[in-house]
């Protein structure tokens, strides 16, 4: 992933976003955070992110949800899950996510992610 991708966090837990937020943002300054399912679909619009970390419960809507609709309307993108419950891994896999990663996670879990080949 270059340095210049635009990244996007969508988590309605603040202290989430501040934590992806410092992680990503020393190698991927372009990065936004929203907190529900409403803003995460207008902030993909505007912002044509290439990386979305995707919490699964928000309070306006179902991450596995909007992981279809982004996978159907903008297949380049990659997702990545976030959830305290890992029993979505397999069904975020099926829908198209790109990583899942598992809460509570480390910051070396967040650069993994960030540095897989496609």
């Given amino acids: 992933m270059t340095n210049n991708a ?3 966090i ?3 837990e603040p202290e989430i976003c501040l934590l992806l937020s410092k992680i990503i943002k020393k190698s991927h300054p372009e990065t936004v955070s929203v907190n529900t399912a409403s803003a995460a679909l207008t902030a993909v619009e505007e912002l ?3 990386l979305i970390f995707l919490d ?3 309070p306006d809507g ?3 949800d909007l992981l279809s609709k982004f996978t159907f309307r903008y297949p380049l993108m990659k997702v990545v899950m976030i959830s305290a419950f890992d ?3 397999n069904t975020a ?3 198209g996510a790109y ?3 598992s809460k509570p996670f480390t910051k070396s879990a967040v650069t993994d992610v960030l540095t897989l080949k496609s």
């Fill in 10 to 12: 969508v988590d309605d």
């Fill in 93 to 95: 896999f099926s829908i």
């Fill in 56 to 58: 699964i419960s928000l």
């Fill in 87 to 89: 029993k979505y891994r």
């Fill in 99 to 101: 990583a899942f990663l």
């Fill in 62 to 64: 179902n991450g596995l």
């Fill in 6 to 8: 635009r990244i996007l």
């Fill in 48 to 50: 044509k992110p290439s």
